[in-house]
């Protein structure tokens, strides 16, 4: 019964840690870049994200909104 459960948790683990999306978000007015793991959209088209190179709340009217990979991810962010 230990086993089993130890599997469980194993599996939970696993399967919680490839779940993170990963976003650019591109600016449209500026062209600038913003990597981030959750965008919210709100009314009218303008998006709401944490960016992750500075920590700051961002709020784009007009922006373009990408998925990519992790290393994408991480190489942006440099």
Avoid: W
């Avoid at 993170?20 to 600016?27: A, H, I, K, L, P």
Wanted: glycine share 8%.
């Amino acid at each position: 019964m230990k086993a089993i459960r130890l599997f469980v948790l194993l599996l939970i683990c696993l399967v919680s840690v490839g779940c993170t999306t990963y976003y650019r978000v591109t600016d449209l007015n500026s062209g600038k870049n913003y990597y981030t793991t959750q965008v919210d959209r709100e009314r009218g088209g303008t998006v709401v994200f944490r960016d992750s190179r500075t920590g700051n709340e961002v709020t784009l009217p007009s922006s373009e909104i990408a998925e990519i990979n992790q290393e994408q991810y991480e190489h942006g962010e440099e």
